[in-house]
């Protein structure tokens, strides 16, 4: 076949699937060979096709689920649909009205061949054009937005710094996750990134394009060209891929938005790099048959061998990701054996020439790089809408497609039926099971080997001599008191001798004399021995107790044994099935599991990321949008299995283990070198790159005289704000001081001493304190003697202080600057120093002692030299415990509000509690406080908005549901990502999921068509997994605490948490 009749056939089948997917779209008739008869009936004209299907469905019952089908039907562009609940002009198809359904069909097929008509785009095209738009608006929109939104970037270039090697992630601009998910999944396969890079366009590229492909595909190959580049080189964390987006919306016209389904736009991402390199191929090829490089790496082969209405035929399709239904089946190869084999596989192979119909696929060429579609949804006709398949599938990491190969047809036909035969084994074992693990003929059932046991206890139970009602006292006091019973009856009614097994009299008068206990089961554990623990028999022989025994031993060790040997027999059919492909000659095709594309959410809304395998390191990576963390098999499996949460695998992308090519790096041809970063890139993607890096630089330079600036700003606001403290101060005295020098080496603001009240007071008391116990200590009067014994008494005391373990409610930290410093072994001229400034404090006391130490102790500081103490290290000691003691306000403050139920109000101080305190902690395990307790906080206030705002939502009344929405919006949805920064932290990525799963649970419930607008439009906003960290709001301005109003009252709430919260690690 040549490669025009090649391409022809394939537009060809494009054509008709298209007009399948239309055609099932309208009728909602899921038969597609039905869909076909249709089609063939009508020449190809929608109109009739749907009128001939109507007429039929009016006429024919619903067809059995074993119909006959073709497996490239799956598409899903029906499926994402974002914002589209509340149309205007709706048509009423649930009545009898026939009129309505065929003016809806009208309608429908009209618009669709209008569209088609005039841009020569087809509906799945126009789907691809819908969601790029929506994400170029998205991108754009976020220029306008507040700061409490999603994708603005850090103002802090070091925070979009890439970490040495580390992967590079890509943007999220706006419900593209989709676009990240499958670029980094191709990125990360070596030779189509090496395609990608070194990819040349026509020489005719200079001139105008001939045809829209050319217009369309040229210039999107070069962007993705510079977007691979960026992702090889870049000295970014993450890179924006707006451009090639905005390449993609321009190739189509379309104003409605959708967020967009991974396999549809693989599917035409391919299709769009196809028709690139056919085309440089074309140029390329000097009279050979021309290879496109797309179509050797993804698209493979397989036989169509079947029967159709008694007539075989046999022909050879061409397939690029292979569609697999999932309901219904527990693993991925349960999956291929349905798409391999449709309809009634008995007629496929035997000699009568019958009328049934079917086929078997068997691939005669496989591609590199083998994709599985995994179909997760389908669309509920009686709800109206799409739902997602939630039901759990395995797939190996490892998957050996032997087995499904045309030259292993004969042996795989001989392996199916010999499964198919262990299979109908297994079904009657198992029924037989069944019988044993649930016996009986009622409603409940048990299994036979305990029914016979309850029965043999029944019996060996000790007889009773009455009814089970006769000896309840009625007349007994209330429960929880000791009731006496009646005296005995005369002896003369009981009879002088019993049935042997039966109840003496002088039995029943000896338990009629003792007082009967009350069982309480909550104060007693075990009932008591004279209360019956079951039923018993009234009257039973030994020789009856003894065959019945006999019997039920015997018969309970004969069901016991049939049971283990039929779980026996299971469990080895089981495992020769599972055995049946294991044979070396059935593991020669091996494919390796390169990524996992997941979705997380519901049919109409959600969020996509991948996990790729990265060879080189044997690791697992998870790429969410501009995260790129590790990863473990054990997590892929957790969120792509399904059956767990709301995640589930959507795409797998297999490799050919035998073909290492795929993912070997570059060698130098000259060197031998691996060839890494800029060095793989050709010369002008090179040049590319390093502009950019440059741009980054620069961006890096200017933030870095930005804060240089603002630092010195700072110490000039500070000096002149001590120098105006030293004026003010001056009168005070009554001898003259000495010129101050040391202007910029003033008070830390927590030291400053400027009036005898406050902290003022506070601090001077304990300084006089020290200098009074010094002056005890020694019976000289040198200043400078005395200075350095209190220095070392007020020293000793906090030492004391620091040495001491104490609770969460008084941390000595606060009360004085030392305790942290030596916390934190601060250098010990940090320590002198600070101490120094304590004692040359001018307001320290009036008395000519205090006055003569506080002198002595402000030449020290004059005569400290430069290089004696690092003035810059002591600022940045001092500026550290300013931050402490501020991030203790906003913690303070934060659990405050929580206590009082203000939630919105606490979230913010919480917020930026935790944040401030992880900076803190990064420098030391004592800079900060508990990092759980303010994470527990922090989750919990978070959870109780989101529980508020789900209460405002139900209400259902126009004004609660837009506060509940704007709650989460501005706040929760806002935060979400600062609790998945630490994928580590499990108690958040459970409360995460706690509040997705509240919101999603509203999808399948019915209510007002604007609440559902106003859900869909705002779950994608919360299912959104990116952790890039939005700007929030402006820090809430802080108090100003004097140090005793600052422990009493972190004390309290410190004191009141005690009392009332539940552990920190309570959810």
């Not at 005890?776 to 000793?796: G, I, R, W």
Request: glycine share 4%; proline share 5%.
């Amino acid at each position: 076949m040549t490669v025009e009749q090649n391409v022809l056939q394939q537009h060809s089948q494009k054509h008709q699937q298209t007009l399948l997917n239309q055609l099932r779209e309208v009728t909602g008739t899921t038969d597609v060979q039905l869909l076909q008869q249709a089609l063939q009936a009508s020449n190809g004209d929608l109109a009739e096709a749907v009128a001939y299907l109507t007429e039929k469905n009016a006429k024919v019952p619903q067809q059995d689920e074993a119909t006959y089908y073709q497996t490239a039907q799956i598409t899903n562009d029906r499926y994402i649909s974002v914002g589209s609940q509340a149309d205007t002009n709706v048509i009423d198809l649930t009545g009898d009205d026939k009129d309505d359904l065929q003016r809806a069909i009208a309608l429908s097929l009209e618009e669709s061949n209008r569209a088609f008509r005039e841009t020569g785009i087809t509906d799945e095209e126009q789907a691809i054009s819908r969601v790029l738009e929506a994400s170029i608006a998205e991108n754009k929109a976020s220029l306008k937005r507040t700061h409490t939104e999603v994708w603005s970037d850090s103002p802090n270039p070091y925070d979009r710094k890439r970490q040495d090697n580390c992967p590079v992630g890509l943007k999220n601009v706006g419900n593209t996750c989709w676009f990240s998910a499958v670029i980094q999944s191709l990125f990360n396969l070596l030779e189509f990134q090496r395609l990608v890079l070194h990819y040349s366009p026509p020489a005719r590229m200079q001139d105008l394009p001939r045809n829209q492909k050319e217009h369309r595909n040229l210039p999107f190959m070069q962007e993705l060209r510079r977007l691979f580049s960026l992702l090889v080189g870049s000295k970014r964390k993450y890179v924006d891929p707006s451009r090639a987006v905005e390449i993609l919306k321009d190739a189509f016209k379309s104003s409605e938005s959708q967020q967009q389904d991974v396999s549809e736009f693989t599917h035409k991402l391919l299709d769009w790099l196809e028709d690139a390199f056919q085309i440089k191929a074309e140029e390329d090829r000097e009279g050979e048959k021309p290879k496109n490089p797309m179509v050797e790496l993804f698209y493979g082969r397989f036989l169509a061998v079947g029967v159709l209405e008694g007539k075989k035929f046999e022909n050879t399709e061409m397939f690029g990701q292979y569609p697999l239904q999932v309901n219904g089946f527990k693993d991925l190869h349960e999956c291929l054996e349905a798409a391999m084999i449709e309809g009634e596989i008995e007629s496929l192979h035997s000699a009568e020439n019958s009328a049934k119909s079917g086929q078997e696929h068997w691939f005669t060429e496989l591609p590199p790089v083998l994709t599985f579609e995994l179909s997760r949804f389908e669309f509920n006709q009686a709800l109206g809408r799409p739902e997602k398949i939630h039901n759990k599938l395995e797939f190996p990491s490892m998957l050996y497609m032997d087995r499904y190969m045309d030259r292993n047809r004969d042996i795989t036909r001989i392996k199916r039926e010999e499964i198919r035969r262990l299979k109908e084994h297994l079904t009657v074992l198992q029924q037989r099971l069944e019988r044993y693990l649930s016996y009986g003929s009622g409603p409940k059932r048990f299994p036979l080997a305990d029914v016979l046991q309850y029965a043999m206890e029944f019996a060996s139970s000790k007889p009773v001599c009455t009814s089970p009602v006769e000896d309840i006292d009625t007349t007994a006091p209330p429960g929880g008191m000791t009731a006496q019973l009646p005296p005995p009856a005369s002896t003369g009614d009981q009879p002088d001798a019993s049935p042997e097994g039966s109840c003496s009299g002088t039995q029943v008068q000896q338990q009629q004399q003792q007082r009967v206990s009350i069982h309480k089961p909550f104060t007693q554990s075990r009932v008591p021995p004279d209360l019956p623990m079951h039923p018993a028999p009234r009257n039973i022989t030994e020789e009856e107790l003894r065959v019945l025994e006999g019997c039920l031993h015997r018969w309970r060790s004969e069901v016991e044994n049939d049971t283990r040997d039929l779980q026996a027999s299971i469990s080895r059919i089981h495992r020769t099935i599972e055995l049946m492909y294991s044979d070396k000659s059935m593991m020669q095709v091996p494919y390796r599991l390169h990524a996992v594309l997941v979705h997380e959410g519901q049919a109409n809304a959600g969020h996509y990321w991948a996990y790729i395998y990265d060879p080189h390191h044997r690791q697992w990576m998870k790429y969410n949008d501009i995260s790129v963390t590790k990863s473990s098999w054990e997590e892929l499996v957790r969120d792509s299995f399904g059956g767990y949460r709301n995640a589930s695998a959507y795409c797998l992308m297999y490799i050919d283990d035998k073909k290492p090519f795929l993912i070997e790096e570059e060698f130098d041809k000259e060197t031998g070198q691996m060839l890494s970063g800029l060095d793989k890139l050709p010369p002008d993607l090179n040049e590319y790159v390093e502009a950019d890096n440059k741009l980054f630089e620069k961006e890096m330079e200017e933030w870095d005289a930005l804060q240089a600036r603002k630092l010195q700003q700072e110490k000039l606001a500070l000096a002149a704000a001590a120098a105006a403290a030293s004026v003010a101060a001056q009168p005070m005295s009554t001898e003259p001081c000495p010129p101050d020098n040391t202007a910029l080496q003033h008070d830390p603001e927590y030291m400053e001493q400027q009036s005898p009240t406050g902290d003022s007071k506070h601090l001077q008391e304990d300084t006089e304190r020290a200098i009074s116990k010094a002056a005890a200590e020694h019976d000289e009067k040198n200043p400078e003697a005395l200075l350095n014994t209190a220095m070392k008494v007020e020293y000793s005391r906090l030492l004391r202080f620091a040495q001491e373990d104490t609770p969460p409610e008084r941390d000595y930290r606060l009360q004085h600057v030392i305790v942290y410093f030596i916390h934190n072994q601060a250098p010990k001229k940090i320590l002198e120093r600070t101490l120094l400034m304590q004692f040359a404090d001018r307001n320290l006391g009036f008395d000519e002692r205090c006055k003569s130490i506080m002198k002595v102790a402000r030449a020290k500081l004059e005569l400290i030299k430069p290089d004696e103490v690092n003035m810059e290290e002591y600022e940045m000691w001092h500026r550290d415990y300013r931050n402490f003691r501020e991030t203790t306000v906003f913690l303070l403050i934060g659990l405050e509000l929580f206590l009082k139920k203000s939630y919105v109000e606490a979230l913010m101080y919480l917020i930026y509690a935790y944040q401030y305190n992880k900076e803190l902690l990064a420098k030391g395990p004592y800079r900060g406080h508990d990092e759980d307790l303010i994470a527990h906080y922090r989750r919990e206030c978070l959870l109780k908005l989101n529980e508020h705002a789900a209460a405002l939502f139900e209400t259902g009344e126009e004004t609660e549901v837009n506060a509940g929405l704007s709650i989460m919006n501005e706040l929760v949805v806002a935060c979400i990502p600062l609790l998945l920064v630490d994928e580590m932290e499990e108690k958040d990525m459970v409360a995460v999921e706690d509040m997705r799963n509240r919101w999603c649970s509203y999808l399948g419930q019915e209510m007002e068509p604007n609440l559902q607008e106003k859900l869909t439009d705002f779950l994608p906003k919360l299912l959104d997994c990116s952790t890039e960290i939005k700007s929030l709001h402006e820090p809430p301005k802080l108090p100003l605490y004097s140090t005793l109003e600052l422990c009493e009252r972190y004390g309290r709430v410190m004191t009141s948490l005690t009392l009332s919260r539940t552990p920190a690690d309570g959810r």
